[in-house]
């Protein structure tokens, strides 16, 4: 077990464990986190397992975790990776089950006091247009040659298909297409969990919010935003779905032996990776990429979904009913970027799961409306509970490989907020505090309760401290619809 006083204390938000610690590390271990939410994880073993990923080959510059840290699946969530490329080594449990798990979110001009006697008729529409719920299937019928296409294309076949618009697109991370997918690599038993599911939901912690711009921070990156103060915004959170999860399971299987072929040493069977210039580290970065795009394709079925809704009930009672993209991003990646690492270039791999983009001002890969600004950074909150827009910084991309936090983080397991909380007792309590509620499930919302979280807040105030991501706006929610 690792104690707090095994850490060396960098600032009141930063802090590490030196490469020292153990004697298999090839890297030191950077902690964003302040000493409160430190104590927070000491009982659950992402420390541990942060150190552990410290050991993998070809690592470079440090590991980095974010603030809203919990235990994952071999590597920690809220973790940060980068191996050197092509030499270094890719693990999918470094990147997540739901690949490219990721939040999009889009804006009003809708005043919420306009808005608020039909919050309850939109959430209802939200509900009916965007299918939610496990193995739940979305209207959106494809062969599996269009689904090929998705992998492919990824967003860009959501527009040929007029279900985006050339905004979207620009204001999509990687404007919503990774190059280098190839479906060929991607099992039948995917495919088939895939093809019927673009444009759903899924359940866990995934949804779709409606908010009200609460309070804004940063005046002249909200206007070039487009967030409006007393307005009402929605985000969608989801990835994969069950395409990207069999993807993941079907590599860590198969990369069991290729450790073994490889003779790669691991502390955790769990972490278990590929050199990214082998046959198998190939395969996986296709795969993994035909799952991206996929994901990037859901989220904008959703949002064109969700514009349908809107319209619906809003449209002849509004002045202008339309959503408009901020952005979209992903937090469960692995992206091939280039660092300044010791003052050199240096082409890597980074591993990024729980843990979002933030590039900070200049970054050619942002829209030029955002280069002066900085990345949009979208940090959503538990259920009822507040959610953040931030931008990137300077000061992330030399410490944190351009990276910030993703959400709140949970300190309960579902299992135990099932025990915990019920699920109609917090739906009514959320009712009465004027959030709109629509679930499919009573014990899926026990699993997501406001208690099973850290405080979203202080996760923000941790990253903003630190200097690796700064404040925008703060949103408040209205309305919310999960599986």
């Known amino acids: 077990m690792i104690a707090i006083q095994d850490l060396k204390r960098i600032s009141d938000y930063e802090w590490e464990i030196p490469q020292t610690f153990r004697q298999d590390m090839r890297v030191p271990v950077r902690i964003f986190a302040t000493r409160r939410l430190l104590e927070k994880v000491m009982d659950d073993k992402s420390l541990e397992q942060a150190v552990n990923a410290a050991t993998l080959p070809g690592l470079v510059g440090r590991v980095v975790?974010?603030?809203?840290?919990?235990?994952?699946?071999?590597?920690?969530?809220?973790?940060?990776?980068?191996?050197?490329?092509?030499?270094?080594?890719?693990?999918?449990?470094?990147?997540?089950?739901?690949?490219?798990?990721?939040?999009?979110?889009?804006?009003?001009?809708?005043?919420?006091?306009?808005?608020?006697?039909?919050?309850?008729?939109?959430?209802?529409?939200?509900?009916?247009?965007?299918?939610?719920?496990?193995?739940?299937?979305?209207?959106?019928?494809?062969?599996?040659?269009?689904?090929?296409?998705?992998?492919?294309?990824?967003?860009?076949?959501?527009?040929?298909?007029?279900?985006?618009?050339?905004?979207?697109?620009?204001?999509?991370?990687?404007?919503?297409?990774?190059?280098?997918?190839?479906?060929?690599k991607v099992s039948p038993h995917a495919k088939e969990r895939g093809r019927p599911q673009l444009g759903t939901l899924g359940a866990g912690n995934h949804f779709i919010e409606v908010d009200v711009v609460e309070q804004i921070f940063d005046a002249e990156a909200a206007r070039v935003m487009g967030l409006e103060e007393g307005a009402l915004a929605l985000q969608i959170h989801c990835g994969s779905r069950g395409f990207g999860h069999q993807i993941c399971t079907d590599y860590v299987r198969e990369f069991q032996s290729a450790v073994k072929r490889y003779g790669i040493q691991l502390p955790d069977r769990e972490l278990v990776c590929a050199p990214l210039n082998s046959p198998e580290g190939q395969n996986y970065l296709a795969a993994m990429r035909s799952a991206a795009n996929y994901a990037f394709a859901n989220r904008q079925m959703l949002a064109h979904n969700a514009r349908i809704a809107f319209e619906q009930v809003f449209a002849g009672k509004v002045r202008d009913w339309r959503l408009r993209q901020v952005y979209d991003i992903a937090h469960n990646m692995g992206k091939i970027e280039t660092h300044i690492i010791d003052g050199q270039e240096v082409k890597v791999c980074v591993h990024r799961k729980g843990a979002t983009r933030a590039f900070g001002p200049g970054s050619p890969e942002l829209p030029d409306e955002y280069r002066r600004i900085g990345q949009p950074v979208l940090v959503p909150g538990s259920m009822g509970t507040a959610s953040w827009v931030l931008v990137g910084t300077e000061s992330s991309m030399q410490r944190a490989f351009g990276s910030s936090c993703h959400g709140a983080g949970r300190v309960m397991s579902r299992q135990q907020a099932k025990k915990q909380v019920r699920g109609e007792a917090l739906r009514q309590e959320l009712e009465a505090d004027g959030i709109r509620v629509r679930a499919g499930s009573m014990a899926g919302l026990a699993e997501e309760a406001p208690q099973a979280y850290k405080d979203v807040d202080a996760v923000v105030e941790t990253v903003a401290g630190a200097e690796i991501a700064r404040k925008v706006a703060r949103l408040r929610p209205v309305a919310v619809v999960k599986g």
């Open 65 to 184: 975790v974010m603030p809203d840290m919990h235990q994952g699946y071999g590597f920690p969530i809220g973790g940060v990776a980068a191996t050197r490329y092509p030499e270094g080594v890719i693990s999918p449990g470094a990147i997540g089950y739901d690949i490219n798990c990721g939040v999009r979110l889009l804006a009003t001009s809708i005043e919420y006091e306009e808005a608020k006697t039909l919050l309850g008729d939109l959430a209802t529409a939200l509900d009916h247009y965007c299918p939610s719920g496990v193995g739940e299937k979305g209207a959106l019928r494809m062969s599996e040659k269009e689904l090929d296409q998705v992998c492919r294309e990824g967003a860009r076949w959501t527009l040929k298909q007029g279900y985006a618009t050339e905004m979207d697109l620009l204001r999509t991370e990687e404007g919503g297409c990774l190059e280098g997918a190839d479906p060929s």
